[in-house]
């Protein structure tokens, strides 16, 4: 950086320092910028698609090369069980060759006019990019950005969430001969200080964030300054439904992952269940014996289902929900607080919390928890449950668990949420667009529509 300042980045699981990263500053970001220009301008720009695709497949293949280097460095950073790290490294990879197809196929359109003419279209890329990303997901959502933007002829700067700056540093590492100097700058530091100088920059042009709303409002008011094109992908409270005819072990089976992967801290998490009041009882019985049998522990462990939060202050957050919960009168389930073992003393650790009779308006439920807590309401009458799940400021992700499938499209339909998934639930294969409405955001990633956001 250049004040030659650094912060520390600590393991969630023991609390120990793993790494000093550079704190940068505005003076970082305006070098980044400059130097993402000049690369725009001096090569990538005249860059063919062909070239790109096949350096973006060079980026794929150094990726996997060194996929557990890079998976265990996640996992040290973040605190995520070592096999989530694994299958985020695999998407990473595969976004990677996903765009370098794409980037091929990319193209304008010819459209009649009338009178023997014709009008063509061209897909130019806007040149340089300002990335913002969260720490849940540090290198993944790093590749939802970085592909697509460089696979439409971008360079990027980006700026990696500052509890999780190492793994974005050790695809750089690995990539640096592979993509021309310049043509990715990565400054890691503070939001307030290297996120906002980015963000705001006058010779960004084009903003792609992924963060909180709060957050996300701030970088759209930023970008209107200069008028700016913004892709925000924010927020969520997602709900999931269970219709009377579930299979109730695979509606079980779903929603350990739609709430307990990543230790909850997933943007799309299904954190507000809707369980139809006939099998209510039985599904409870069944989700709250498997949310209590979770293994917990250390997330190099590859037994690990549940690993730390990243940050105290995260631990701190989530806590705070669940106490303003019992205060409301809501029922605590299961959990509800830190695991006793001495042995996880000093990590981020909160255990499996199930919650229900809690009111719909209160702040537990209408807010982002972004920790293992799930919320349970039983429900009879399809309407006033449609209307209960669209009651949110959010509109990310959701979940539909039935057998009848004219009720999966009815629910889908009526769902306000931009992914609904159906019997399954957490999965972001490359080639679906991905992203909110409502307050969680604007834009699609992942998808071949993508690059339309990007040029
Ligand atoms: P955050 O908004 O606090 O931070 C996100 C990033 O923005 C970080 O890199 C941070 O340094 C930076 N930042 C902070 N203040 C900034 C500012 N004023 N200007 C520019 N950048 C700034 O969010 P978080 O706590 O890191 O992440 C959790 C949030 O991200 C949750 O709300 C979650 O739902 C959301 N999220 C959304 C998606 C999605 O795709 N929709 C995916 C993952 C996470």
Redesign the pocket.
């Known amino acids: 950086s250049a004040s030659g300042e650094t912060f520390e980045t600590r393991d969630p699981t023991t609390g120990e320092v793993l790494a000093e990263a550079q704190a940068g500053n505005s003076d970082d970001i305006d070098r980044a910028v400059e130097a993402a220009w000049d690369a725009y301008e001096s090569e990538w720009a005249n860059t063919d698609a062909t070239e790109r695709q096949r350096l973006l497949g060079e980026v794929a293949d150094r990726i996997e090369a060194n996929r557990s280097e890079i998976a265990k460095i996640e996992t040290l950073d973040n605190g995520k069980p070592i096999r989530e790290a694994h299958a985020d490294v695999a998407l990473v990879a595969d976004q990677f060759r996903y765009f370098a197809g794409a980037a091929r196929t990319h193209g304008g359109e010819t459209v009649p006019s009338g009178s023997g003419k014709s009008i063509q279209t061209i897909r130019e890329p806007y040149g340089v990019i300002g990335a913002?990303?969260?720490?849940?997901?540090p290198l993944l959502?790093a590749s939802w950005k970085l592909a697509p933007a460089l696979a439409a002829g971008n360079t990027v700067v980006l700026?990696?969430?500052?509890?999780t700056p190492l793994s974005v540093l050790k695809v750089m590492e690995e990539i640096d001969d592979v993509l021309p100097d310049g043509v990715v700058n990565v400054v890691t530091g503070?939001?307030?200080e290297?996120?906002?100088p980015?963000?705001e920059h006058e010779d960004i042009r084009k903003v792609s964030?992924?963060?909180?709303?709060?957050?996300?409002k701030?970088?759209m008011k930023?970008a209107a300054e200069s008028v700016t094109d913004v892709t925000l992908?924010?927020?969520?409270k997602s709900p999931v439904v269970v219709f009377p005819d579930a299979d109730i072990e695979h509606a079980v089976r779903v929603m350990m992952f739609a709430m307990f992967y990543n230790t909850g801290e997933?943007?799309?998490a299904g954190t507000r269940l809707f369980v139809h009041e006939d099998i209510y009882e039985e599904f409870m019985d069944a989700f709250v014996e498997s949310a209590q049998g979770l293994q917990m522990g250390d997330p190099l462990d590859s037994d690990t289902r549940l690993g730390p939060k990243v940050s105290e202050e995260q631990v701190e957050r989530t806590l705070s929900y669940i106490e303003q919960a019992k205060e409301d009168g809501a029922r605590i389930v299961t959990g509800g607080g830190q695991p006793e073992s001495e042995a996880l003393a000093d990590g981020c650790f909160v255990v499996p919390t199930v919650i229900d009779d809690i009111d719909h308006d209160s702040k537990p439920v209408q807010e982002?928890i972004?920790g293992p807590v799930e919320e349970v309401f039983a429900w009879s009458d399809y309407d006033e449950m449609i209307a209960q799940a669209n009651d949110v400021d959010y509109g990310?992700a959701a979940g539909v668990i039935t057998n009848d499938l004219s009720q999966a499209n009815r629910a889908a339909r009526d769902i306000e949420a931009g992914n609904i998934w159906v019997n399954h639930y957490t999965d972001f294969p490359a080639g679906q667009p991905?992203?909110?409405y409502k307050q969680?955001?604007i834009g699609r990633?992942q998808a071949e529509e993508t690059l339309d956001h990007y040029s």
């Open positions: 913002v990303v969260p720490w849940n997901f959502i700026k990696p969430a500052e509890q503070y939001g307030e290297a996120g906002a980015l963000t964030f992924t963060g909180s709303t709060a957050v996300g701030q970088v930023a992908e924010l927020g969520g997933c943007c799309t982002e972004f990310l991905f992203g909110g969680s955001g990633e």
